[in-house]
């Protein structure tokens, strides 16, 4: 099986103040400065694994972001969490809105529990 190749490529714009992405494409735009690669190529010299390999782990590993998040979550505490936003949005005051952000912090602070020494943030 062949492997894709790409280019990295530098991206500087430009795009339209009204362009639904802008916020996106300014990211992508000041990361351009950046060489990914004297990072990449250093990790791969000190624990011996191919770069390629290396850029295809952070690729992966930040596209499916989202996805992981979402399994080691679970479809019960995603709709529990989506619940609270869909209330205090069909409420649709900046009290419920308040009292939706409360409910989230306690609940995401229940969820860090097992990784701090605080029990929370």
């Known amino acids: 099986m062949t492997e ?3 280019s990295l490529e530098r991206w500087t714009g430009p795009w339209a ?3 639904p992405d802008a916020n996106f494409k300014a990211e992508v735009a000041l990361y351009a400065n950046v060489d ?3 990072t990449v190529t250093n990790l791969a010299a ?3 694994v191919p770069v390629g390999a ?3 782990y952070v690729l992966g590993r930040w596209a499916t972001g989202g996805s992981g998040a979402a399994l080691e979550l679970g479809p019960s ?3 529990r969490l989506a619940d609270v936003c869909a209330t205090a949005e069909q409420a649709n005051t900046d ?3 308040l009292a939706a952000y409360d409910q989230l912090r306690h609940m995401i602070e229940w969820l860090g529990l097992p990784f701090t020494d605080e029990g929370g943030y």
Do not use: K
């Open 77 to 79: 505490m995603i709709n």
């Open 36 to 38: 990914p690669l004297s």
């Open 46 to 48: 000190n624990i011996d």
């Open 17 to 19: 103040d009204d362009d």
């Open 95 to 97: 009290a419920a809105r």
């Open 4 to 6: 894709p190749t790409i």
């Open 54 to 56: 290396i850029v295809r």
